[in-house]
């Protein structure tokens, strides 16, 4: 497994512990959707100016936001390489203020998003309700299997 990650921001201190939390996240998601670790994923974190500008260009939609994700596997036999799984993009400014909204750590939060973002990823999203009930039941059980939890849940 191979997890490259990218500060291309100075607003929010990110600290260096991120790289293992960021690394738990990504397997503990494989792992509970029964996929081996043969996977790369690139994880970047950006300022709300730039997670603006890439949300309008690939979403049209013209705010910033807290994480993007940019599927790019397709399932195919005997690879000779490691297959890039995707590409996830942390607002590092937003994931500090729900941060603080919600009374956590941000690296809490940015593990939350991680999560949330790999199963997005690996194909779920949450468009209908169904769907967004057992992508939020998957998050919540990563956070539960990493022992990482909001104040209110310890």
Excluded: W
């Amino acid at each position: 497994m191979e997890i490259l990650i990218s500060n291309e921001q100075d607003r929010v201190n990110i600290e260096e512990n991120i790289n293992d939390i960021l690394e738990d996240v990504v397997l503990e998601c494989l792992k509970l959707e029964q996929k081996n670790s043969n996977y790369e994923v690139s994880i970047t974190f950006v300022d709300d100016d730039e997670i603006k500008e890439l949300n309008s260009q690939y979403r049209n939609i013209d705010k910033s936001t807290d994480v993007l994700s940019f599927p790019m596997y397709e399932e195919e036999e005997d690879t000779p390489y490691i297959p890039l799984l995707g590409d996830i993009i942390i607002s590092a400014e937003t994931a500090k203020r729900q941060a603080e909204e919600f009374g956590h750590t941000v690296d809490r939060e940015i593990a939350y998003l991680t999560a949330h973002s790999m199963f997005h990823l690996l194909g779920y999203d949450h468009m209908e309700d169904s769907d967004k009930k057992l992508m939020r039941d998957k998050e919540k059980q990563i956070m539960k299997n990493l022992g990482i939890f909001k104040n209110e849940d310890k």
